[in-house]
DNA sequence: CGCCAAAATGAAAACGGTTGTCAAAGTCTC
DNA sequence: GAGACTTTGACAACCGTTTTCATTTTGGCG
């Protein structure tokens, strides 16, 4: 009963950065694959459940999802050109986090960090905004 | 031509926490306010693209706008609970992600950052939702 | 003051991603 | 193979947001 999510899971190991549920669908039936969007959508957020992938909203609400390459805790930088994406950790960024929640009396802190920029390969000085 | 968009604001800057498009409209038109979605949606973007308002993603996509107590950029706690909102300001994690940024070579660097908890107020063990 | 043009407004429809519905198909156990 | 339970997927419903477009308001100018 796995085998579609575990479809689901493959093609989004075989994508470079972040895909979305549309995305994903819509590679899946490229090639080949019989699957529907409701089963994409549902194999996803278990996917996510699990802690299998990350979850981030793009600025214009849509869900994206990545197969993590590792279980630990991490951030993303992500280029705003190309979508490349750097998974890096940031120890100084929990710990401040933590702190911040508790000096207000804040328990229970999660933290979303999300650090955007140009990479190099899309920073060449063209005139570009 | 500004009066709408004053009016948006000055509600907004009335609530203490985020509030949504939708939410400020209901509250507008229940103060009587004649005003339409479209606009109060409109004068947001205003607000938001003229800094003088905070936007952020909830979870659900939900795009929250927040009238800043001040200009400086700054991040927020917030309650998960009860929508309790505190600016905070972190030197520090600017410095890293412009760090972090830099060192995958990535410039133009910009973050989101989020932190969420439980507030005091919302943490009693037994009395909760 | 009256008139035209540009900007703003708002009701309703369109949109797009996501979620729910529900019947059909698949799976497992006995 | 039968029966019970789970998963699937086509499609519709949802919901927040954006667009459309006709109308109203505002401002400038003769």
Redesign the interface.
């Known amino acids: 009963m796995t085998t579609r999510r575990d479809a689901v899971h493959d093609t989004l190991r075989g994508s470079s950065g972040f895909r979305s549920a549309q995305d994903v669908y819509a590679e899946m039936r490229l090639h080949g694959a019989k699957i529907g969007l409701t089963t994409v959508y549902r194999a996803l957020q278990a996917l996510a459940d699990g802690g299998k992938v990350d979850v981030l909203?793009t600025?214009e609400?849509?869900?994206v999802y990545r197969a993590c390459a590792t279980d630990a805790h991490h951030h993303h930088?992500v280029?705003?050109k190309c979508g490349r994406t750097?998974e890096?950790a940031?120890p100084?960024?929990e710990r401040?986090?933590e702190m911040?929640?508790s000096e207000?009396?804040?328990?229970?802190?999660?933290?979303?960090?999300?650090?955007?920029?140009?990479?190099?390969s899309c920073?060449t000085p063209s005139r570009t905004v």
């Open positions: 909203r600025d609400g849509e869900s930088l280029c705003r750097v890096v940031g100084a960024v401040w986090a911040v929640g207000h009396g804040f328990t229970e802190i999660t933290h979303t960090v999300e650090v955007f920029g140009t990479c190099s920073s």
